[in-house]
């Protein structure tokens, strides 16, 4: 997520480095970037900061708005969203995760008390939430809040694969992995590591941001570093590994040149949004392509946050923050690009892998 954090004429001071950044590198090679429908915009100026894709296709929605959990489906014409679940006691909600083993019907959602620089110290939780269709629409039930005491921020989320009890968070301001036990409750640090910290970029104060968990490995980005690494962990979420750095952002990162988060497609490319229009692949072997935005894309993509694969394997799903510099500012967007290609050996590896 990148935050509000900046007063506007400041903002504006970052908007001219950032487009000077633009002009002064070209290393993020530009093929045509696919076209994007947008889906929804928000009416106000609701930042949209994650979301999740359902096994029924409708798609889950966390804002800055309120502690609401929302629902679009994608599959209808002018679609609105619908509300989901309130989680009590949050006034803005981050990560989305599905817990394995639960047939795609158990959630962890964060959120706390959203304040211009992250959250209110203390305020945030990590909910788990049961999710049915009901009426043709998801329906949750808040099953369990678990108090995260100990920080100001929990970013993306992930579960592990081999250990349904855990999901990780991203401390982006404390440069660390959160991890909760959903069912003892039990909560601590991970572990921390100068790779996920904002490496003192003095402009993004923010670390690791988006997470995903695939094999042995955390995939992550690293919004101030414009870093996107993995790690190895275990089955608990302790890390074994050194941390190897897979893409680099050309240039330093600013409020307005910044990885957020991202997804795997089913080629094994991680799609990642990046402040403040594009959307970026790269290659398990570090390639770096524009795959979705830019600035001459109609609609713009307007602050990209999150990336999720469709169920289709086809194209992928981007939310993004809208526009908080405009006057009045505009709201966030859920868009969804077409259509994801694999070169031939990847296609082969997603098919190998998915009959094993
Ligand atoms: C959140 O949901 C509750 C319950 O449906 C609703 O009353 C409230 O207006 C919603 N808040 C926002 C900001 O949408
Ligand atoms: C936001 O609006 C400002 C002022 O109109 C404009 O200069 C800027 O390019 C816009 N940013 C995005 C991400 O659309």
Same mark, same amino acid.
């Given at each position: ?18 487009? !000077? ?136 989320? !992930? ?198």
């Amino acid at each position: 997520m990148l935050l509000r954090l900046l007063v506007p004429s400041f903002a504006r001071v970052l908007l001219w480095a950032s487009a !000077a950044q633009r002009a002064a590198c070209g290393s993020i090679g530009s093929r045509a970037a696919l076209p994007a429908t947008q889906i929804y915009k928000y009416p106000d100026d609701t930042f949209v900061e994650n979301l999740h894709v359902l096994p029924s296709g409708h798609v889950l929605l966390s804002t800055f708005k309120s502690g609401n959990l929302s629902s679009i489906n994608p599959s209808v014409s002018n679609p609105t969203p619908q509300h989901v679940v309130t989680l009590d006691g949050a006034t803005g909600l981050t990560g989305i995760t599905e817990i394995p083993a639960t047939a795609g019907t158990l959630y962890a959602v964060t959120g706390g008390i959203h304040t211009g620089f992250g959250f209110q110290y203390g305020s945030l939780s990590v909910y788990v939430v049961l999710i049915v269709p009901l009426n043709g629409k998801p329906c949750g039930l808040v099953v369990n809040k678990i108090p995260f005491p100990d920080t100001a921020m929990m970013n993306g989320l !992930a579960a592990i694969p081999s250990n349904p009890t855990i999901v990780l968070s991203a401390d982006s301001l404390g440069g660390r992995v959160l991890r909760t036990n959903i069912l003892t409750r039990q909560v601590d640090v991970a572990f921390s590591d100068p790779a996920l910290g904002a490496g003192g970029n003095p402009i993004m104060p923010l670390g690791v941001n988006g997470i995903k968990i695939k094999g042995n490995y955390l995939y992550f980005t690293n919004s101030g570093q414009g870093t996107y690494a993995r790690v190895q962990i275990d089955s608990f979420g302790n890390k074994v590994g050194p941390v190897q750095v897979l893409a680099t952002l050309p240039a330093p990162a600013s409020m307005t040149y910044a990885y957020d988060d991202f997804d795997f497609d089913r080629c094994g490319n991680a799609h990642i949004s990046l402040h403040d229009y594009d959307v970026v692949r790269v290659t398990p072997a570090g390639a770096q392509s524009l795959i979705a935005g830019g600035l001459a894309a109609s609609p713009l993509l307007e602050s990209p946050t999150a990336v999720a694969a469709a169920r289709d394997g086809n194209s992928i799903f981007v939310t993004t923050g809208g526009n908080y510099t405009a006057t009045p500012p505009t709201g966030g967007q859920l868009l969804k690009t077409c259509c994801v290609t694999c070169t031939q050996s990847q296609t082969v590896a997603a098919k190998t892998r998915h009959c094993t």
